[in-house]
């Protein structure tokens, strides 16, 4: 379902509105635009209540590096959406040599941030062959040990910020199969909203079972690890 269409979803679910479903998402008032802003809420509430989700964790490819340069935020990899790198023995960052191409690429070693800061950042390190990767705790930079000499590309995966619904015909980039899971997260919202103790209990005896499910389905067994802990 899109934005307006889960919109209508809630409204219609909660009996409270009649056969005055939305037609936009786009500048209601009154109790449709309470509607609204619910679903957007859910949803944006449901993409920060964990870290490891499998529908947030996306790939990079083919981000050149600079000449010189180790430290790297989301922003200056062309990520406008970067919210946290996803770093590990398991999900490695990737580099290989322009000149030498794509089929030489290799993994870079993930090193917590203590040691990748003794090894690479004090003292004077030449630059030379990328080997080694870490992040930055205080602003998120992907770190690079030692700054690349010559022209040298990286791939991995990171985590972006939550997706903010806002036009008819947005869709969560959540499986289609959990998008009932904000309807009801949404209808629990529009519930404490009216004081309306009943309506929140029916909308919550909804919401566990697909919750599970979602948790079940989209979170690792194991807790997804970053290459140190802050």
């Known amino acids: 379902m899109n934005y307006l269409e889960i919109c209508q ?10 056969d005055s479903l939305p037609s936009s998402v786009v500048a209601q008032t009154g109790r449709l635009k309470v509607i609204v802003d619910y679903v957007a809420k859910a949803w944006t509430d449901i993409q920060n ?6 529908f947030q964790q996306f790939d990079y490819s083919e981000k050149s590096l600079t000449v010189g340069q180790g430290d790297y935020t989301g922003i200056a990899l062309g990520l406008s959406d970067h919210q946290d790198w996803i770093i590990g023995k398991d999900r490695p ?30 003292g004077s390190i ?10 930055r705790p205080r602003d998120l930079s992907l770190m690079i040990g030692p700054a690349p000499d010559v022209a040298y590309k990286v791939a991995g995966e990171y985590i972006p910020d939550a997706q903010v619904l806002a036009a008819n015909a947005d869709i969560p980039r959540l499986p289609v199969q959990h998008h009932a899971v904000i ?3 949404a209808l629990m919202y529009l519930a404490e ?23 079940a389905d ?9 290459a140190y802990q802050p």
């Open 9 to 18: 979803d809630v409204a219609n679910k909660s009996g409270t509105i009649g």
């Open 49 to 54: 209540s964990r870290k490891g989700w499998k």
């Open 93 to 122: 960052v990737l580099a290989y040599k322009v000149s030498d191409g794509i089929a030489y690429q290799y993994k870079l070693e993930p090193m917590p941030w203590p040691d990748f800061r003794k090894r690479f950042l004090i």
């Open 126 to 135: 030449p630059n030379g062959s990328p080997q080694a990767v870490s992040i």
């Open 183 to 185: 309807t009801y997260r």
């Open 193 to 215: 909203f009216d004081e309306a103790k009943d309506a929140y209990q029916l909308a919550m005896v909804h919401y566990t079972p697909i919750w599970d499910s979602l948790i």
């Open 218 to 226: 989209q979170l690792p067994t194991m807790t997804l690890q970053r």
